[in-house]
């Protein structure tokens, strides 16, 4: 699982670069067998004026060429990271979870066709 990190308007630290890192290692790690890439964007919207303006959308890239994407707004850069990797989870476990609903029902379907008994004609 590749992260990269990049910033508009906001200092990319060590310590922001290493806490996004984390944050999104814990929420994703039981299925980052199935992730490509994590691309994270931060953005100060109005700069050191301050006030609920700092912005995180993480790009989710799926080894079944899906992608997730999710913004999360919050006065706190930590907090909206921390926020956005908790909405990351929830929507890349919905996501690969319809992927593998569809692929048994598929499944289901294709066997009970071959175990289907056939009909002998004489």
């Not at 670069?17 to 109005?46: G, T, W, Y």
């Amino acid at each position: 699982m590749i992260i990269s990190t990049s910033s508009h308007n906001i200092q990319l630290t060590n310590g922001v670069d290493e806490c996004v890192r984390q944050s999104l290692d814990a929420a994703l790690k039981h299925v980052s067998h199935d992730i490509i890439s994590i691309d994270v964007f931060m953005q100060d919207i109005n700069g050191p004026k301050g006030g609920v303006d700092k912005t995180v959308k993480i790009r989710i890239d799926l080894r079944n060429r899906q992608q997730v994407v999710i913004e999360s707004t919050h006065q706190n850069l930590v907090a909206a990271i921390r926020r956005g990797s908790k909405r990351a989870r929830r929507a890349v476990n919905r996501r690969l979870g319809r992927t593998n609903q569809v692929i048994r029902h598929k499944l289901r379907d294709r066997l009970r066709d071959v175990m289907s008994p056939v009909a002998t004609q004489t």
